[in-house]
């Protein structure tokens, strides 16, 4: 789709229309593409979460999307549209809204420089910077053996190692020009360094499924550490002075007497919650939700009664 633009000089010229093109419009989505597996796990996704409710699926749904074909194409809009019952622009609407999202073909490995506050003072405009000129791409781009897409992030949440870079959303902490100019550099010679902390580097695609939900073992150290010295001085320096937070005040339990359930120990003193917990308000939100595969059927509620 093309507009015309007022041009001083020359009058009228045509230009391709920004909001059609940032997602590549060109050709109405196919959802047939997508094969059975795909439909199963994207029934699965559905499944999490309560009757009624599919589209709250539609973020798990795009990664799963950009798991199979690398960014959200027309085709993966389409295919959340048909799944979901909602409307392509819908669908649209949000991929466009989040930048996680992407409209392009993504490299095997999304380098995201953060540039905000703390990072962009320590060192993180000059690391951007270094790695636009050597990888020759700015914001959003791919280098041409599909290697590396570029992008500069706001906060990564992990200000405690400023300067921080992520590929495919790894921490490499404490990052300086040096370090990054050679990890990208590692990453084109097909290598994969090993992340400062957490699970190890596995490809965008790989990481867009386990994003969507599904965690493959091979790729993912369950036991690996996604903290750090920094993250755990605050906890430690709390131990050392005996430093609590009262916790969360829980729903009562219906005990044997009460006829409800299974009888169970009683408890001593120090497994009753102190009185300051029992103070702090309490949210049906605090309890986990029924999904649609084991929410039993609600029972009608008495005549009169209003939500």
Do not use: W
């Not at 798991?67 to 389409?78: H, K, L, N, R």
């Not at 996680?100 to 320590?122: A, D, H, I, Q, W």
């Not at 993250?231 to 430093?243: F, K, M, N």
């Amino acid at each position: 789709m093309t507009i015309e633009v007022r041009n001083e000089q020359t009058g009228f010229e045509t230009r391709e229309n920004f909001r059609t093109t940032i997602m590549k419009l060109d050709r109405p989505g196919d959802p047939s593409v997508f094969g059975q597996s795909v439909r199963a796990d994207a029934q699965a996704i559905i499944a999490r979460y309560p009757a009624g409710q599919s589209r709250s699926a539609l973020l798990p749904m795009l990664h799963l999307v950009q798991s199979e074909q690398g960014y959200v194409t027309p085709d993966g809009i389409a295919f959340c549209a048909d799944v979901l019952d909602l409307t392509k622009a819908q669908v649209a609407a949000v991929a466009t809204f989040y930048t996680m999202y992407k409209r392009e073909p993504t490299g095997e490995f999304l380098v995201s420089v953060c540039r905000n506050t703390l990072c962009g003072l320590l060192g993180g405009d000059e690391i951007y910077a270094a790695l636009t000129e050597a990888l020759r791409i700015g914001m959003n781009e791919t280098t041409a053996d599909g290697k590396i897409t570029l992008e500069h992030a706001e906060c990564l949440a992990a200000c405690d190692y400023a300067p921080v870079v992520t590929v495919n959303y790894e921490f490499y902490d404490n990052q300086t020009v040096e370090s990054a100019t050679d990890l990208v550099d590692r990453l084109r010679a097909g290598e994969r360094p090993a992340p400062t902390r957490g699970a190890p580097l596995c490809t965008f695609k790989q990481i867009e499924r386990q994003i969507a939900g599904f965690f493959d073992e091979t790729s993912l150290a369950a036991d690996a550490n996604g903290s750090g010295v920094p993250t755990e001085r605050g906890i430690r320096l709390a131990v050392e002075r005996g430093d609590t937070a009262p916790s969360y005040a829980t729903k009562p339990q219906p005990s044997a007497a009460s006829g409800a359930g299974t009888s169970a120990p009683a408890k001593s003193a120090a497994d009753q919650p102190s009185a300051a917990a029992a103070q702090q308000p309490t949210s049906e939100h605090d309890a986990p939700l029924d999904t649609a595969a084991s929410d039993p059927a609600h029972p009608a509620k008495p005549e009169g009664q209003k939500d």
